[in-house]
């Protein structure tokens, strides 16, 4: 099984620090519990892991928490490239860490990316107008309320249908999802981990995930990715609670 033909996106989450900590988000629960920055070894080895396994994406997301602020950022992105494990490097911040990096950082870390996705909102739009500013196109912002998270699976919302195309890696796993891991830190009894929906990263790790039920497990009942769950929710935008780094 090759990679393009399981997946073609890979979120990578560098980190469970955030420093905007926004009320709805969905992925609370799970960096409260997680603290946590992704080594340069384990990075690294997600990467030998999927070359030697002859997997390659045409997309990897740098996700969180929030990547800005990760440490090993300007290495990780260095390593990304030059691997060629991917067609595209997307970059996907709140934006807030823009004043606390030079100019010449900040200018080597969004060169190197294809893509700048900035969630926006009222308390970073400053933020995003600054990178908009310096960067250009290459800048993009995602602009919309957040969808409440439910507190109950939803029953009837399965098989899936689900806008999530991507796997995801953190703390040593790949998942098949990049929601499962927060939907079961938020609900532990009703949506706990099934063990073939994350895989050890090591060679031939995608043989290890059940993709025949991506979309018909217990998380997916209370993922907002699955469109017949976050059609039924409400919808505001969130507020930045506090700084949590």
């Not at 990096?101 to 900035?118: M, N, Y």
């Amino acid at each position: 099984m090759s990679g393009n033909e399981v997946s073609k996106v890979v979120s990578i989450k560098v980190t469970t620090r955030c420093n905007a900590w926004c009320d709805l988000c969905g992925l609370r629960e799970w960096m409260k519990a997680n603290p946590y920055d992704m080594s340069m070894q384990e990075f690294e080895r997600f990467i030998e892991a999927s070359l030697v396994s002859g997997y390659r994406f045409d997309k990897v997301v740098l996700s969180g928490g929030e990547p800005l602020i990760w440490p090993s950022l300007e290495q990780g992105i260095y390593l990304l490239r030059k691997s060629g494990l991917t067609r595209g490097i997307t970059l996907y911040t709140n934006a807030l860490a823009v004043a606390l990096l030079s100019r010449d950082i900040l200018a080597a870390i969004v060169g190197a990316v294809d893509c700048v996705r900035v969630s926006l909102h009222e308390w970073n739009r400053q933020s995003y107008l600054t990178l908009k500013n310096q960067f250009g196109a290459r800048v993009q912002c995602v602009e919309r309320p957040f969808v409440v998270p439910p507190h109950v699976p939803m029953e009837g919302s399965l098989p899936a249908d689900c806008t999530c195309k991507s796997l995801s890696v953190s703390r040593d796993a790949v998942h098949l999802c990049t929601g499962q891991e927060a939907v079961a830190a938020r609900l532990p009894r009703q949506c706990g981990h099934a063990s073939s929906s994350s895989a050890e990263i090591r060679p031939g790790y995608m043989k290890s995930l059940d993709f025949d039920r991506r979309h018909d497990r217990d998380v997916c009942k209370a993922c907002l990715s699955n469109r017949k769950v976050a059609a039924v929710q409400p919808c505001r935008n969130p507020i930045r609670c506090k700084m949590s780094l």
